[in-house]
C-alpha cells in the first residue's frame, strides 16, 4: 500500500493525463487527489465531462479543518467516483476551486498528508498529483507521507532541461526529511528521442515509470473527448495497467525493505 506523489518541471509532460491513467487501472482500491497549486480542474472537466463536485474535494477539505472536524476519518467523504460499478474503488479528491485558496492549505497540508496515511492504512493507495515543482518545491508535509515521489518527464531536451533546473530542489527537499522517501522520474513518450537509460543515467535517478504518447487516449482523458467503446481494453489503457502494477510493486517492495531496517534497528 502506498502514497505516490507525481510532479513535474514546467512545460506540462502530462502529469495529470499520467496520474489519471495510473487510478483507472490501479490493481488495488485508489485514491487520485487534485492537489495542484495551479488548479485547472482538468479531470473535472475533462475525463468527468464536467461534473459539479458540488464543493466536494480540496475546498470541502478546508471547511472541515476550519469547523475543527477530523480529516482522518471523513476524508473519504469528500471524495467523488471516477468509476462506478467495479470491485476495485476509484476516488477522486477535486483540487482547488479558487487559485487564492491555495495559501489556507499551508497549515493544512500536513493534516491532509496524515489523512493519506490513514487511508493508505485502511488499503486505499493514494496517488497525488502535485503539479510543478514551484520555487519552494512541493509542500513537505504532503513529502513527508509519500511512500516515492514520480518526477513526470518528456524524453525532449526542452523537458529534461526544465526537469534538470527543478529536480535538485525535490532532491534536497527528500533529503532533509526525517524518512527515507525515494525519488523516481516517470517518462511519457521515452525514445523521442532520448532514451530511458540514457535518462536514468544523466538524473541519477532510476525510472519507474514509461507511457507512451498517444494524442487519442490523452485526448479522452484530459480533454473530455468521448470514450470508445472498451477503451480500457486498449493499447495505451493496458500499458498504463502495466505499469501501474510495476509502479506499486516497486514502491511497495521499497517501503518493505525500508521496514525491515527500521526493524533491524
Ligand atoms: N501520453 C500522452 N500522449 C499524448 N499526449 C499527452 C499524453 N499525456 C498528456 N498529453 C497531453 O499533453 C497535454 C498536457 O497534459 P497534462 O494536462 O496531463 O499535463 P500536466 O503536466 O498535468 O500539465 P499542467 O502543468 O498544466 O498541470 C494535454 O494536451 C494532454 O492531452
Ligand atoms: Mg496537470
Redesign the pocket.
Known amino acids: 500500500m502506498a502514497v505516490i506523489i507525481l510532479t513535474?518541471a514546467?512545460g506540462?509532460?502530462?502529469?495529470?493525463?499520467?496520474a489519471l491513467a495510473l487510478a483507472l487501472t490501479w490493481p488495488r482500491h485508489v485514491l487520485l487527489a487534485d492537489c495542484?497549486r495551479?488548479p485547472?480542474q482538468?479531470v473535472l472537466a475533462g475525463y468527468l465531462r464536467g461534473m459539479d463536485s458540488g464543493g466536494r474535494g480540496l475546498p470541502s477539505v478546508a471547511q472541515a479543518q476550519r469547523e475543527g472536524r477530523p480529516l482522518d476519518d471523513e476524508l473519504w467523504l469528500h471524495t467523488l467516483p471516477l468509476t462506478e460499478d467495479e470491485p476495485i474503488e476509484r476516488r477522486f479528491l477535486a483540487g482547488f476551486a479558487q487559485p487564492a485558496a491555495v495559501r489556507l492549505f499551508d497549515t493544512i497540508w500536513s493534516r491532509l498528508g496524515e489523512a493519506f496515511d490513514v487511508l493508505d492504512g485502511r488499503g486505499i493507495d493514494v496517488l497525488v498529483?502535485a503539479?510543478?515543482i514551484g520555487t519552494n518545491g512541493l509542500p513537505t508535509g504532503l513529502l513527508t507521507s509519500a511512500d516515492a515521489v514520480l518526477a513526470?518527464t518528456r524524453s525532449s531536451l526542452r523537458s529534461l532541461a526544465a526537469l534538470r533546473l527543478h529536480l535538485p530542489t525535490v532532491k534536497d527537499q527528500l533529503g532533509g526529511l526525517p524518512v527515507d522517501v525515494p525519488l523516481a522520474i516517470g517518462i511519457?513518450?521515452p525514445d523521442q528521442p532520448y532514451g530511458t537509460r540514457d535518462i536514468e543515467k544523466q538524473f541519477g535517478v532510476p525510472a519507474w515509470l514509461e507511457?507512451?504518447?498517444?494524442?487519442r487516449?490523452?485526448?479522452v482523458?484530459?480533454?473530455g473527448e468521448p470514450e470508445p467503446r472498451r477503451f480500457g481494453e486498449q493499447l495505451?489503457m493496458g500499458r498504463a495497467r502495466a505499469q501501474a502494477k510495476r509502479l506499486s510493486e516497486l514502491v511497495q517492495s521499497r517501503r518493505a525493505t525500508r521496514e525491515e531496517l527500521v526493524g533491524r534497528v
Not at 211 to 215: K, S
Request: charged share 15%.
Open positions: 513535474s514546467p506540462a509532460p502530462g502529469v495529470t493525463t499520467t495542484d495551479d485547472s482538468v498529483d503539479g510543478r513526470v511519457v513518450g507511457l507512451p504518447l498517444n494524442a487516449a490523452a485526448g482523458l484530459t480533454e495505451f
